[in-house]
């Protein structure tokens, strides 16, 4: 009697001992499930090494204050060269560009590059603020740009550094990047407006050599 209800009860603990491995290894494969298959909904959040906000990026997207530090973090390679470190910022910006822009970009970039090397140019740039274009994936970064050739500083204007971005696969790349110069505009539509209120003799004048 005592040995059937022994046998009665090692086969009860088998089954439990079965059945609790069974949901073990259900609950491992979920988790499996849940990390591979469904890792495109989930959204990775992100902290800057300098704590000021915490921004976000999701597959193909990305938070406003994403946009604005990477598009920052661009600007300083673009806007802040010197003979010394043109060719190293041009390399940097060239590793973050999107492969359909990386051939144009590569070569704008790497020839300001060459200029500013050549010239024996350095540039400071200051940014002052920032538009965001969150749907374009664009920022606008405003500041004042100082030029030095060797140790004479030569000009100072205001210059806007234009970022634009795209996200896929939780990866940032640079689709365009390009600075415009405001005052310049200004002053070339300025000197348009007055060639039209010249006499064709006036202006001849100005463009004569």
């Known amino acids: 009697m005592l040995y059937e209800r022994w046998i009665k009860e090692w086969k009860s603990a088998l089954a439990e001992n079965f059945f609790l491995r069974v949901l073990c290894l259900m609950l491992a494969c979920g988790m499996v499930v849940n ?12 902290v800057p090494p300098k704590i000021e906000r915490e921004f976000w990026i999701d597959e193909n997207r990305v938070s ?9 973090f661009f600007a300083t390679f673009a806007a802040n060269m010197s003979p010394s470190s043109a060719e190293y910022n041009a390399k940097i910006l060239a590793s ?31 940014p002052e603020a920032t538009k965001i274009y969150p749907d374009e994936g664009r920022v606008e970064i405003m500041g004042q740009a100082m ?5 004479t500083k030569i000009s100072t204007e205001k210059v ?20 415009t110069y405001p005052e310049r505009e200004q002053r070339k539509i300025k000197q ?4 039209k209120l010249m006499t064709p003799e006036e202006r001849k004048k100005v463009v004569k050599p």
Do not use: H
Not at 110 to 121: C, L, P, R, T
Not at 192 to 195: P, W
């Open 35 to 46: 990390v591979v298959a469904l890792r495109g909904k989930d959204r990775i959040v992100i």
């Open 64 to 72: 406003e204050s994403y946009l604005e530090q990477m598009a920052l």
């Open 96 to 126: 973050y560009t999107d492969p359909s822009a990386y051939a144009e970009f590569k070569n704008e970039i790497g020839g300001q590059a060459a200029y500013f090397k050549k010239n024996n140019i350095t540039q400071a740039f200051f």
């Open 147 to 151: 030029r030095y050739v060797g140790q």
């Open 160 to 179: 806007i550094v234009n970022v634009k971005m795209r996200v896929k696969n939780y990866t940032l790349r640079i689709e365009e990047l390009y600075m």
């Open 192 to 195: 348009t407006e007055e060639q």
